[in-house]
């Protein structure tokens, strides 16, 4: 058995404090948990490329020790690619242009594979039910790692248990990933003792149980400004949001 820092540097999982590029252009609303719906920074805003703040934008990356950008949302990163390839190569120019590599949280594949080997790294959401995102990735997935790392992600909700872990771990062996990362729900108080509950029955190399918490700065496109906290400023702010969290049904669709 590994080590918990071997099984660290093993996981494709930064060890730094990150950079995160906030996007919304949208998303197809399957998500079992929707984090965007009722964000105090979001707002449901959506991101106008025309307004986007490149220069300030520019400076926060420089300014970044983290070896990564990260794009994420707000909606999905991806959705409507096809009508934001010119925002993925000035985002992959920029990273470029500081010595950074550009990662990407999503829950879409796209098919052009010249945009794919833009990422070191993309971090896919699947739900165990979604077969067809499953067979879309076992088409895809020796193509991508050719170039780029995947891991897939699935978040841990309030029922959940350590055999639907298993099970889903399979699956994703079966396709051939080699990274699966179970996220603790944020603002789901079931979930959040869910997590803690099942994460120490399973230990299995590549498989990771990644706590909630704060793991990058964020740049909101839809504001142009940056935030140490996915929700704002303070670690209060946060503590305040994830107790309203609690209080709303954050179903997404």
Same mark, same amino acid.
């Given at each position: 058995?590994?080590?918990?820092?071997?099984?660290?540097?093993?996981?494709?999982?930064?060890?730094?404090?990150?950079?995160?590029?906030?996007?919304?252009?949208?998303?197809?609303?399957?998500?079992?948990?929707?984090?965007?719906?009722?964000?105090?920074?979001?707002?449901?805003?959506?991101?106008?490329?025309?307004?986007?703040?490149?220069?300030?934008?520019?400076?926060?990356?420089? /300014?970044?020790?983290?070896?990564?950008?990260?794009?994420? %949302?707000? %909606?999905?990163?991806?959705?409507?690619?096809?009508?934001?390839?010119?925002f993925y190569?000035?985002?992959?120019?920029?990273?470029?242009?500081?010595?950074?590599?550009?990662?990407?949280?999503?829950?879409?594949?796209?098919?052009?594979?010249?945009?794919?080997?833009?990422?070191?790294?993309?971090?896919?959401?699947?739900?165990s039910y979604?077969?067809?995102?499953?067979?879309?990735?076992?088409?895809?997935?020796?193509?991508?790692?050719?170039?780029?790392?995947?891991?897939?992600?699935?978040?841990?909700?309030?029922?959940?248990?350590?055999?639907?872990?298993?099970?889903?771990?399979?699956?994703?062996?079966?396709?051939?990933?080699?990274?699966?990362?179970?996220?603790?729900?944020?603002?789901?108080?079931? /979930?959040?003792?869910?997590?803690?509950?099942?994460?120490?029955?399973?230990?299995?190399?590549?498989?990771?149980?990644?706590?909630?918490?704060?793991?990058?700065?964020?740049?909101?496109?839809?504001?142009?400004?940056?935030?140490?906290?996915?929700? %704002?400023?303070?670690?209060?702010?946060?503590?305040?949001?994830?107790?309203?969290?609690?209080?709303?049904?954050?179903?997404?669709?």
């Amino acid at each position: 058995h590994k080590s918990n820092m071997e099984r660290k540097i093993y996981m494709y999982t930064e060890q730094n404090k990150g950079f995160t590029v906030i996007t919304n252009f949208g998303c197809d609303c399957h998500c079992k948990y929707c984090i965007t719906k009722h964000h105090p920074i979001l707002q449901n805003a959506v991101t106008d490329k025309s307004k986007i703040d490149w220069d300030y934008l520019e400076k926060c990356i420089a /300014a970044s020790e983290a070896p990564t950008v990260n794009l994420s %949302g707000g %909606g999905d990163p991806f959705y409507h690619w096809q009508g934001n390839i010119d925002f993925y190569n000035r985002m992959y120019e920029l990273t470029t242009k500081y010595g950074k590599k550009l990662d990407i949280h999503t829950r879409i594949l796209p098919t052009d594979m010249d945009l794919i080997q833009k990422f070191r790294k993309v971090a896919l959401s699947i739900e165990s039910y979604d077969t067809k995102a499953m067979e879309q990735l076992r088409m895809m997935l020796p193509e991508i790692e050719r170039t780029t790392k995947l891991r897939v992600i699935n978040v841990l909700n309030e029922r959940m248990t350590t055999e639907d872990c298993l099970a889903y771990i399979n699956k994703m062996h079966d396709i051939g990933v080699k990274q699966v990362t179970f996220r603790q729900m944020f603002g789901n108080r079931n /979930a959040y003792q869910n997590f803690l509950k099942v994460k120490d029955t399973i230990d299995i190399p590549g498989v990771m149980f990644l706590p909630d918490g704060e793991y990058h700065n964020y740049y909101f496109t839809t504001n142009n400004k940056l935030y140490p906290y996915f929700f %704002g400023y303070t670690e209060e702010d946060r503590k305040t949001w994830m107790k309203k969290y609690e209080e709303i049904e954050s179903i997404c669709g």
